[in-house]
């Protein structure tokens, strides 16, 4: 299934200040806090939305191009 | 490693920001680089001016041609930037203290010229940088450092007084509603003349623990429950519009813009030679 996801989820730990915005808004509850800091819980939930990146008030999560870079 | 957005955008070696966790500011500085990018302005044709205040520290981030200023005279500077040169989109980012209390003049008088400016306003209803005392757009009754008992001045809406300034294009959005701030801003962009884009942010450090509002997250969800947009406001019954206020767009009409008017008038005597 993550195959076939045109996108990747990357999260950036460091730029992270742990408001918790990303995983309450989240509609699929793909993320969590561990240890005050974004935390992928469960890629295979992400529908790639993209609200996540929308409301992160530090650009600590966001949808880019596949590992490959194919994409 | 970061989104293509933010690397072509910002200013990555001074990221992250000092903004507080979950304050809004973050959100909507980056919907205006979206609104930016969609419409595909060359980077040194923007120029982003600032006065002081939390909000006020967005354009050090951005990378574009940017102004960091007095505090409260953003738009006399920007004024300066526009007349100079009239081809730059001029964008200034203020907050509700910048751009209501000590910089109000500047306001009504740059929307009464029509000058082709795009101001945004981070309204988070309180002074956050000094440490939380109360603006001209504090809610009366609500409480700042400045007002521990609550607030008894009446707060502006600042909307309509952009609107009665003369602004041409004035709308509101929210943190929460980010994609709402890309299009106003878009739009505002546009716009020939004086746009003015109101964009409530939440400050959860002062105006939200000072009001008891809670979390970052709480102050979100108000956002999200607490805004009635224009289009339908007109069709809801009176009760449903308790505690409600209006996001949209609010008003748009064509008047002539300062900078041309300045134009025509060198024009004529440079006729004359
Ligand atoms: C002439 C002058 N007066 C007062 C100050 C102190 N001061 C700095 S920021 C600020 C208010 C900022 O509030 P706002 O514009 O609402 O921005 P926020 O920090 O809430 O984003 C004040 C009063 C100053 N820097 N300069
Ligand atoms: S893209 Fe959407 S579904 Fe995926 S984590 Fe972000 S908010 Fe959740
Ligand atoms: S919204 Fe951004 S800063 Fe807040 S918890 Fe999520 S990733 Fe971290
Ligand atoms: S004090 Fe308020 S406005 Fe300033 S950075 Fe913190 S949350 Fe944002």
Redesign the interface.
Known sequence: MTASKEKKLYVKKDWCKGCNICVAFCPMNTLELKDGKINIKDIESCTQCGRCELLCPDYAIYLGGTEDGKK | ??????ENH?RIGK???I?????????IM?SIAVAIDELGYDKNDVCVVSGIGCSSRAPGYMDFNTLHTLHGRALAYATGVKMANPDLKVIVITGDGDCAAIGGNHLIHASRRNIDITTVVFNNNIYGMTGGQYSPTTPTGEKGTTAPFGNIDRNFDLCNLAKGAGATYVARST??H??MVKQQVKAALENKGFSFVEAVSICPTYYGRKNKKG???SM??YLKNSTVNVKAADKLPKEKLEGKFLVGEFYKSEEPEYTEEYKKIIDSFQKER
């Open positions: 490693m970061t989104s293509t957005l933010v910002f990221l992250p920001h903004w507080c966790p979950g304050c809004g500011h973050g959100i980056r943190a929460y980010a994609n979390d970052a997250v979100m969800e």
